[in-house]
């Protein structure tokens, strides 16, 4: 018995599942056998794990499995393994078909394998295949001068008990687009039905072939291989049956889904450069016996087809390519991961998701270049600007994409997808540029209105340089604040000036009033006990009388501002305080340290060194000298 079960095994092909179960099962057996189990348990718990990997690739791996409720799909770490190893560029034959018309069995032929030994042969009535099988060991063949893994996937049967038609669909749809050459095992004839199970490969097609390749291409569909398996090879040749079968069906009535297929006819006429059909004989009449078969034993025309087959396969068959290069073996599973997850999206797998997962890089890439391409604006600009830039830059961000997307009908949802997104980014920048623009703005004004603050505390109140001032913070405010937030201040501005120079000029005739007064009087000792010139004095009253007497009796306060005599007197004043030349309110103060040293050095030096006649003196210190003539 023990015999019989070790050969069962042995013919059976045991899953690494299975193996990892098996091994842990006789560890368990072994443990219990020893005289001191508890103990050893105690050492192997402190002992490291081992961790079992994949010794024996020669043998089919799932790759991609149900999930409990047979509706979508899921990846199996046990088969990726054998794939990820590969470092050569990879292609894939997929198999696709109703369930139980011999896809494993067609795949075992096309390896040179026994059913023991390659993929398992189910001769019951459910499906032996669950999801989608790899074989472990792929066939290297040289296709253009690159050597290429090919490996040949098994996948679950169309139809079968217990299963959903949108779980049938992802099933195709992901042979659909790993695959480079797809063969579609029909037995006998071609059905509506099967058709019908085109409508995913046709819509793939139209979204992604015939597009002009280049570095950044999605995929290049497989190659529909239409293979039919049937009796007798006499009448009809398949590609006549194909082809009939691809003949528009009239529709009288309008049906919907007569319509639909019709469809899919066009398609499929338009894609006959993409597509070949071929016919394959029955290997044998005991089909139930065929795994204990040998070549001699099957119909020769069959073997001879089959060898035929292999060749045609080898001759159509080219590495995967994706955006532009092929994959290793890390790299396709990596877009295994990726179709895997778009099509599960939503209860139904449509292309539309597939178009949104190519076109995902090339949207962040049109995203990046229009961020960066923005980011070179020098912020803040006039609104004006800022629209026009992100026109032309939005105008060349769609060129790219409009070079480098994926999808021709539902590359609309990715194309008002980016829009929204520049939209985002631009609304972000316009943000940028208003709160640049306030910040901008808000600090020429305090400048602005620190300067007239300055302005409004003169020690030697002027006119002239208030205004001039005034026409420097307009202009450089006019000049220097850009953007959106510019009405706005100058707004403010205009009123912030208008205010200050409304009161400097109610100041500013009160003060020039009282440094005149102060003025008379300094020039008056000055004039008398300083220098003593006596010009110098008789001015300086006559200025101070004709300030507090004078303008008092005869001129009002109000009536004086608009004299021409004071008019005169501010002209004066204006052109010796301010001027471009001298500005004397910053001079004030060293001009007069400067007068007062040469006071001083005149009052204890010059004379004797000058004399006193030179500056004509009102009184004279030596009346009472030696030189005056004496009376009796």
Not at 163 to 181: G, Q
Request: hydrophobic share 40%; net charge neutral; with cysteine.
């Amino acid at each position: 018995m023990n015999n019989t079960i070790a050969s069962t095994l042995q013919l059976h092909s045991p899953s690494p599942s299975f193996t990892k179960r098996h091994t842990f099962l006789s560890l368990y057996l072994c443990i219990m056998d020893s005289p001191f189990p508890l103990l050893l348990l105690f050492f192997l718990c402190l002992s490291p794990i081992p961790s079992f990997s994949i010794d024996n690739f020669h043998q089919a791996f799932p790759i991609v499995e149900p999930d409990p409720g047979h509706t979508k799909l899921r990846l199996s770490r046990e088969g990726l393994e054998a794939i990820e190893r590969i470092t050569n560029p990879i292609a894939a034959v997929a198999v696709i078909g109703p369930y139980r018309s011999g896809k494993s069995f067609l795949l075992n032929q096309l390896l040179s394998l026994s059913c023991y030994e390659g993929f398992g042969v189910g001769h019951m009535r459910d499906t032996k295949t669950k999801g989608i099988w790899v074989w472990g060991t792929p066939i290297d063949l040289d296709i253009n001068g690159v050597r290429t893994s090919v490996f040949y996937l098994d996948t679950e049967g169309f139809e079968s008990v217990g299963k959903s038609n949108v779980y049938d669909d992802r099933i195709f749809a992901l042979a659909t687009v790993l695959s480079s050459v797809l063969i579609y095992n029909l037995p006998e004839t071609i059905r509506e039905a099967d058709i019908s199970r085109l409508s995913f490969a046709v819509e793939l097609a139209e979204e992604f072939y015939g597009r002009v390749k280049g570095q950044d291409i999605a995929f290049e569909p497989a190659k529909l291989l239409w293979l039919i398996q049937r009796d007798f090879l006499q009448g009809k040749s398949v590609q006549e049956m194909v082809n009939e079968a691809l003949r528009r069906v009239p529709n009288i009535d309008g049906n919907k889904n007569i319509d639909v297929v019709n469809q899919i006819r066009d398609s499929l006429a338009v894609m006959g450069d993409n597509s070949t059909a071929f016919s394959l004989p029955q290997p044998h009449l005991q089909r139930t016996k065929l795994c204990d078969m040998k070549d001699v034993e099957l119909d020769q025309l069959y073997v001879k087809r089959r060898e035929q087959l292999k060749e045609l396969v080898a001759s159509i068959i080219s590495p995967k390519i994706v955006q532009g290069r092929t994959l290793t073996g890390r790299e396709f599973v990596s877009f295994l991961e990726q179709i895997l997850e778009a099509l599960n999206k939503g209860e139904i797998p449509s292309t539309g998701s597939l178009v949104e997962v190519f076109n995902k890089n090339i949207l962040e890439k049109c995203l990046k270049l229009y961020s960066e391409k923005m980011a070179t604006l020098v912020l803040p600009i006039t609104e004006e600007s800022l629209l026009g830039a992100h026109n032309r830059t939005k105008f060349e961000v769609m060129q790219v994409f409009d070079q480098q997307h994926f999808g021709r009908h539902h590359a609309k949802k990715s194309v008002v997808h980016l829009d929204e997104e520049i939209q985002q980014v631009y609304k972000n920048i316009v943000v940028q540029n208003e709160l640049q623009s306030s910040k901008l703005c808000e600090g020429l004004y305090t400048r602005c209105e620190d300067k007239m603050d300055q302005l409004q505390v003169l020690k030697l109140p002027s006119l002239a340089k208030f205004n001039a001032g005034f026409l420097q913070c307009n202009n450089s405010f006019g000049h220097e604040c850009v953007g959106p937030s510019k009405p706005k201040y100058e707004q403010r501005m205009m009123k912030m000036l208008g205010k200050s120079r409304s009161l400097f000029i109610k100041d500013y005739n009160q003060r020039l009033f009282n440094w005149l007064v102060a003025f008379s009087l300094v020039m008056v000792v000055i004039g008398r006990f300083f220098i003593k010139f006596i010009l110098i004095e008789i001015g300086a009253w006559a200025l101070f009388i004709f300030l507090e007497t004078y303008t008092r009796m005869f001129w009002s306060a109000e009536a004086l501002y608009y004299n021409p005599v004071w008019h005169f007197i501010v002209a004066t004043w204006e052109t010796v305080v301010y001027s471009p030349v001298l500005d004397l309110d910053r001079w004030a103060i060293p001009i007069g340290a400067v007068l007062l040293l040469f006071i001083l050095y005149w009052r204890c030096y010059g004379k004797r060194k000058h004399g006193s006649h030179w500056l004509l003196p009102l009184y004279r210190t030596n009346k009472n000298g030696s030189n005056r003539p004496r009376t009796d």
